[in-house]
């Protein structure tokens, strides 16, 4: 059955979806995806050890970014 709050639930959820891309909060599910798809034989960091890794990468390799 189609409701007239399904297309709305479809559009915010596509909307945060977009954010999570904008604001990189998807990083660590891509990282999973890469890492199944491109080395399927090893075992990805936690998630912890993730972000840890890529904040310390982003303050050694500064870009353009806001704050």
């Known amino acids: 059955m189609y409701t007239s ?3 709305r639930r ?3 959820g596509g909307f945060g979806q977009f954010f999570k891309g904008i604001l990189r909060a998807d990083a660590y599910e891509k990282y999973l995806e ?5 080395h399927p ?6 998630e912890r050890e ?3 890794e890529r ?3 982003e303050d050694r390799n500064p870009q353009g970014r806001c704050c």
């Open 10 to 12: 479809r559009r915010l």
């Open 41 to 46: 034989d090893q075992a990805p960091v936690s």
């Open 34 to 38: 890469h890492m199944a798809n491109v």
């Open 50 to 52: 993730f972000w840890r």
């Open 55 to 57: 904040y310390d990468w």
């Open 5 to 7: 709050t399904q297309p």
